[in-house]
């Protein structure tokens, strides 16, 4: 990962401080002081184990958010918990507006706001290539949400001097989300995969949060490589020491009579994006591509099941 380029150590608040969020605050806890916001004990307990402060919160309420000291940065790094468009739409924009306008209105509002968006704005693409420059299409109701939440990310903070970023992560794998025995056993879905490790996701936020980067801007935090889905699985079975898994066209996955609108539109959905942008901004991965980023796991992966 890059290493940190602001000099001035910094207060960060952490809101929605969950899978990123804590790494993130292990990251920057060095040389900041970083503060994390989770609603729940379990949240709680989590953030203080990483080895910082947290604050029990409710990212809706602003009474709440009263109990976190004058950040000169904030994060809004919460998940929906991959519910429909109203959950999405009541954490992503209302959250987001409550968030912005509660730490703008303080005497000593923050000079920066970063919020953590996804790849799924952009639509469905062929396959083809999309990067910053390439117009959003969202094809549901809830990267409808998502696209709206960028907005407001990138407008709202202006009220009150404050510069705005959108980092669109894309598909997250690292600890507890290798997702090995999916692809292992498939059968796999033809389409493109567009992946990036935690702790890069966590380490392009920082790189992007501590210094003078795309402010007023978006930018794509994905790694070097999008593979297809096919050739993904192939690879990793033979690191795995499997036989390659079953596959299916999207034609074949499609033909289930069960699969929800959603999961149609996912199915049909196919880009890679490119990071050509975080790249010249100056940071570097520590997981280029998923066969550094797959190491761990699939050494983990042959020891457990060693004949």
Known sequence: MSDVVETNPMRVAIVGCGYVGIELGRQLASDHEVIGVRRSDEG????????????????????????VPDPDAVVFAASSGGRGADAAREVYVEGQQT?????????NAPDRYLYTSSTGVYGDHGGDWVDEETPLDPQTDKTEVLAEAERVALERPEKYSTDGTVARLAGLYGPDRYRLQRYIEGPVTEGYLNMVHRDDAAGAVAHLLTGSHARGEAVLVVDDEPVS??????????????????????????????LSATARRRIQTSKRCANEKLRGLGYEFSYPTFRDGYEAAIAAYRDENAP
Do not use: M, Y
């Open 44 to 67: 709680v307990t989590a953030i203080e184990s990483a080895g910082f402060e947290a604050v029990q919160a409710d990212l809706t309420d602003a009474n709440a958010l009263g109990a």
């Open 229 to 258: 889905k096919w050739e993904f699985a192939d690879w990793l079975a033979t690191q795995c020491g499997r036989e390659s898994p079953p596959k299916q066209t999207k034609d074949e996955r499609l033909a289930d009579d069960s």
């Open 99 to 107: 968030v912005i306008d509660h730490f703008g209105e303080r005497e």
